[in-house]
């Protein structure tokens, strides 16, 4: 099934054809009027040198002013071969796309809303016919049925006209139109940014990135830079305030030659308070008693510590090397933000 850009935003058109596989780009006056477009020729101009193939209108009252019309668009120095000339559905719609086509040129006949008017687009030699899915369905009409219709027609008489799925309005459009079995489809990009997100999918992706974080990235390297350090002869008051400023629900307290004392976690400033109240404050680190600290080495795989996490049930593990701490690393550390 052939993909098609439906718009005439510069910036969407460039944006949807760097990914390399929509056959073209249909847009309309009125998506022109829109963009506040007033170099209609100069702007057709440009999308042809921009995409593989251009379906831009052709209007007039009569079939001779449809194909002249065309015929003056060519002359803008289109290639014959990579524009097609939309014609609203009509008798002159129909007739001028039977003389286009005698010339060997590229017809889309659009606005299409009942079976008969495809039938006539079909049996004058059409390239594509477009029925109108939103539009329809706007009007409370059966707009799938219609497009199956068309496609049956198609196939049962044998017709060389591609039938084009138009006035795509949501993703469920998209899935219907394949299902149908339509041979082209023009599709707004926003509708076409959404045809590949899945919310398993995301989850699934998130999962693979995650474990080979896991799997590839070194402690050193995951931790922020940050080392949250205090001396084992400052008192309390100042680490707390010092462990607030690094941002970290734990400072590590090491002695003069920068070993490492112990970890003070605001849990055990809790639990200090509780036992010997405000007085504590005015302690220094080094009277207090710590357990030896969980730790990791900066130079293993965050697979390892995500493993020290699991066992020990802490939030934050203490990085070392050669012995001496570098920082910390925060179980959220081992997500790739």
């Given at each position: 099934?052939?993909?098609?850009?439906?718009?005439?935003n510069?910036?969407?058109?460039?944006?949807?054809?760097?990914?390399g596989?929509?056959?073209?780009?249909?847009?309309?006056?009125?998506f022109?009027?829109?963009?506040?477009?007033?170099?209609?020729?100069?702007?057709i101009?440009?999308?042809?040198?921009m995409?593989?193939?251009?379906?831009?209108?052709?209007?007039?009252?009569?079939?001779?002013?449809?194909?002249?019309?065309?015929?003056?668009?060519?002359?803008?120095?289109?290639?014959?071969?990579?524009?097609?000339?939309?014609?609203?559905?009509?008798?002159?719609?129909?007739?001028?796309?039977?003389?286009?086509?005698?010339?060997?040129?590229?017809?889309?006949?659009?606005?299409?809303?009942?079976?008969?008017q495809?039938?006539?687009a079909?049996?004058a030699?059409?390239?594509?016919?477009?029925?109108?899915?939103?539009?329809?369905?706007?009007q409370?009409?059966?707009?799938?049925t219609?497009?199956?219709?068309c496609?049956?027609?198609v196939?049962y008489?044998?017709?060389d006209?591609k039938?084009?799925f138009s006035?795509?309005?949501?993703?469920?459009?998209?899935?219907?139109?394949?299902t149908?079995g339509v041979?082209?489809?023009?599709?707004p990009?926003?509708i076409?940014?959404?045809l590949t997100?899945?919310?398993?999918?995301?989850?699934?992706t998130d999962?693979?990135?995650?474990?080979?974080?896991?799997?590839?990235?070194?402690?050193?390297?995951?931790i922020n830079?940050?080392?949250p350090l205090?001396?084992?002869?400052?008192?309390?008051?100042?680490?707390?305030?010092?462990?607030?400023?690094?941002?970290?629900?734990?400072i590590?307290?090491?002695?003069?030659?920068g070993?490492v004392?112990?970890?003070?976690t605001?849990?055990?400033?809790?639990?200090?308070?509780t036992?010997?109240?405000?007085?504590?404050?005015s302690?220094?680190?080094?009277?207090?008693n710590?357990?030896?600290p969980?730790?990791?080495?900066?130079?293993?795989?965050?697979?390892?510590?995500?493993g020290?996490f699991?066992?020990t049930?802490?939030d934050?593990i203490?990085?070392?090397?050669?012995?001496?701490?570098?920082?910390?690393?925060?179980i959220q550390d081992?997500?790739?933000d």
């Amino acid at each position: 099934m052939e993909l098609y850009l439906d718009s005439a935003n510069l910036k969407e058109i460039e944006e949807g054809f760097k990914l390399g596989f929509l056959t073209g780009l249909t847009t309309t006056p009125t998506f022109m009027q829109r963009e506040g477009i007033t170099d209609i020729d100069g702007t057709i101009v440009k999308l042809s040198k921009m995409v593989p193939v251009l379906q831009i209108e052709a209007l007039g009252d009569s079939a001779e002013e449809i194909l002249k019309e065309a015929q003056r668009q060519l002359a803008l120095g289109l290639d014959p071969a990579k524009t097609v000339f939309k014609i609203p559905v009509s008798l002159e719609g129909v007739r001028a796309c039977k003389m286009l086509r005698n010339e060997g040129l590229l017809v889309n006949v659009h606005l299409v809303y009942t079976l008969q008017q495809a039938y006539m687009a079909m049996q004058a030699g059409a390239s594509y016919v477009c029925p109108l899915v939103g539009r329809l369905q706007d009007q409370g009409h059966d707009a799938l049925t219609l497009v199956e219709q068309c496609v049956d027609a198609v196939d049962y008489y044998g017709y060389d006209t591609k039938i084009m799925f138009s006035s795509v309005r949501n993703v469920e459009h998209v899935r219907n139109a394949i299902t149908i079995g339509v041979h082209t489809i023009t599709v707004p990009l926003k509708i076409m940014k959404l045809l590949t997100e899945n919310n398993f999918t995301t989850l699934g992706t998130d999962q693979f990135i995650q474990d080979t974080r896991l799997m590839t990235v070194r402690v050193k390297e995951a931790i922020n830079g940050i080392n949250p350090l205090v001396d084992a002869n400052t008192n309390i008051t100042d680490a707390i305030i010092k462990m607030t400023e690094y941002g970290f629900g734990c400072i590590t307290v090491v002695n003069t030659d920068g070993t490492v004392k112990g970890v003070f976690t605001d849990g055990d400033l809790r639990r200090i308070l509780t036992e010997e109240g405000r007085d504590v404050l005015s302690k220094k680190m080094s009277e207090l008693n710590y357990k030896a600290p969980v730790s990791v080495d900066a130079n293993v795989l965050l697979n390892d510590a995500a493993g020290i996490f699991k066992k020990t049930a802490v939030d934050t593990i203490l990085v070392t090397n050669n012995g001496k701490p570098v920082g910390m690393l925060d179980i959220q550390d081992l997500k790739n933000d």
